[in-house]
């Protein structure tokens, strides 16, 4: 499995890429996506809405369960992936591509530095 460098990561699986203007692209690592099976229906209905870190932002459904997704850093969510709702898949395919979930724009940029980097999440789920 692959965790590129470039992100920083959560122990519950969520990816975020940090771009400029303090937005974050947030998603579920490729872990995630292989552990849930193939995803078939992702609900985010948060849009406009300031979360806490660690709140859930919405659920992503997959043959075998259905699981919540948490906010990685505090912030307002600014924009959903719409492609998501006609193929849930991207998410199997291209995790940390097409299958982003959100952006946000986060309170504090500094608080994506506090999250695991690509190596501490890698030893996290035995890779």
Same mark, same amino acid.
């Given at each position: 499995m692959k965790f590129p460098e470039n992100l920083r990561y959560t122990k519950e699986h969520e990816w975020v890429r940090l771009e400029d203007g303090g937005i974050a692209v947030i998603g579920i690592t490729? /872990?995630?996506? =292989?552990?849930?099976g193939d995803i078939v229906? #992702? !609900?985010? !209905?948060?849009?406009?809405q300031h979360l806490a870190a660690a709140s859930v932002f919405g659920t992503v459904e997959a043959v075998k369960t259905v699981?919540? $997704? /948490? $906010? +990685? #850093?505090?912030g307002t969510v600014i924009e959903i992936n719409s492609g998501l709702?006609? =193929?849930p898949e991207l998410v199997? =395919?291209? +995790?940390?591509? !097409?299958?982003?979930m959100i952006k946000v724009k986060?309170?504090? +940029?500094?608080? #994506? !530095?506090?999250l695991m980097t690509a190596g501490a999440y890698a030893e996290l789920v035995g890779n």
């Open positions: 490729e /872990f995630a996506q =292989s552990e849930l229906y #992702v !609900e985010i !209905e948060t849009k406009d699981s919540d $997704l /948490f $906010l +990685p #850093v505090a709702n006609n =193929s199997n =395919s291209d +995790p940390y591509g !097409e299958g982003w986060v309170d504090s +940029p500094a608080d #994506v !530095e506090t």
